[in-house]
């Protein structure tokens, strides 16, 4: 049986707070290790039917950027969910709910300038 491995390295200030964070994957065809500013790991615990996570960030992921990445996700998942499932409804709602984020992040950056 084939197995693959994707490693992530997180590198900290003396408060532990992420200053840098990296990631490989076996697969890769060169191997390398490429730099992120954020990661959103979940987990499905079969035993106690819920969700494990691990959402990291670095101190100089910018706000509005952070905002962009977690609406990049709910996409994902709506496309996921869909794929998994089948179910149009479910992964409809979250996309009604990506393109509400993003009108309202539209919105925050036109009033920021």
Wanted: aromatic content about 6%; proline content about 3%.
């Amino acid at each position: 049986m084939k197995k693959s491995h994707i490693n992530f390295t997180v590198e900290l200030d003396d408060k532990n707070i992420p200053e840098k964070i990296t990631w490989s994957a076996s697969d890769t065809p060169n191997g390398e290790t490429t730099e992120t500013k954020s990661m959103s790991i979940s987990l499905w615990d079969h035993v106690q039917k819920n969700t494990m996570r691990i959402d990291l960030w670095t101190k100089d992921m910018p706000v509005d950027e952070m905002k962009r990445f977690y609406i990049d996700c709910i996409g994902g998942l709506a496309q996921s969910s869909l794929n998994a499932t089948g179910d149009e409804v479910f992964s409809n709602a979250l996309n009604e709910t990506c393109e509400k984020l993003v009108k309202h992040l539209e919105n925050e950056m036109k009033q920021n300038k």
